[in-house]
């Protein structure tokens, strides 16, 4: 069994995640749960994570402790207690839950909570040339920029939940920030034709305050920044069944507007 700690900085917060008994097979594996960008610090933490090995596995956290029957799922919820408090607290940046893709003409915004099919939409539309930013989160700078946040990508297959690399899907990764260029807001429906029609800018930013992490605390950040996203981008809205051909009516709609996405370079 084995104890350690990881101190960093991700998009201006800095936070700890610490295990104890953990098998070396998980406790290995450990630093993959970092958010992205995560550099090492010596600075205090303002939250701290601790893992404990199982089973039970235990997780210790700022909203307190709690029990998992694996190794998997204890990981999913270390990973989203310290990118939630990242996406609370980072101090120049805004976060919406939302999967997020690069085209030449920008980003395209996917906003939508868990379970909404986001990543599933997102390798759609990168299996057509897009480039990866985020399954999770779009990122917005104060300039209104979207600053990719490159997690691994957490798929659904059956029962189970499959976490793996964009470059093991084949998917480009976007480096550098994108202005907007649209923002679809996709309501599954199982058994429906993609129906995503054009719809007045008020609509993305009322579904991206709905998806913002720091709606109640920073209700002024979190309205500029949806302006910004949506001022000059394309805002559709609907349903939508099949991903693959959710992607191919977004990369159409897209051609239409003299814009086609960027394929790896």
């Not at 986001?118 to 999770?136: I, Q």
């Not at 959710?246 to 003299?258: D, E, T």
């Amino acid at each position: 069994m084995t104890v350690g700690a990881l101190r960093v900085r991700s998009y201006g917060v800095v936070v700890e995640l610490a295990w104890q008994g953990l098998p070396p097979a998980s406790s290995s594996e450990v630093a993959l749960l970092l958010p992205p960008g995560a550099v090492p610090t010596t600075a205090a933490p303002e939250v701290r994570v601790v893992l404990y090995g199982g089973p039970p596995w235990r997780l210790e956290g700022p909203e307190g402790a709690v029990l998992f029957d694996s190794w998997d799922d204890l990981r999913h919820g270390a990973e989203r207690a310290l990118a939630g408090h990242i996406a609370l607290q980072s101090p120049d940046r805004i976060f919406f839950h939302a999967g997020v893709v690069g085209t030449e003409a920008g980003a395209i915004v996917l906003p939508g909570r868990s379970f909404a099919g986001k990543s599933t939409l997102v390798v759609a539309l990168c299996r057509l040339g897009c480039r990866y930013l985020s399954d999770e989160y779009a990122v917005v700078s104060q300039e209104g920029l979207i600053i990719p946040y490159p997690r691994r990508l957490s798929l659904r297959v059956g029962e189970r939940r499959l976490t793996v690399a964009a470059d093991e899907l084949g998917a480009a990764t976007e480096t550098d920030p994108l202005p907007p260029a649209a923002v679809v807001v996709s309501v599954f429906q199982p058994g429906v034709a993609t129906d995503l029609r054009p719809v007045p800018a008020r609509e993305g930013v009322m579904a991206l305050i709905d998806n913002a992490i720091a709606a109640r605390t920073r209700p002024r950040d979190v309205l500029r920044a949806a302006g910004a996203l949506v001022r000059d981008s394309l805002v559709l809205q609907g349903v939508r069944d099949d991903a693959d051909e959710a992607a191919a009516f977004i990369v159409a709609s897209f051609s239409n507007r003299g814009s086609t996405p960027r394929g790896p370079s």
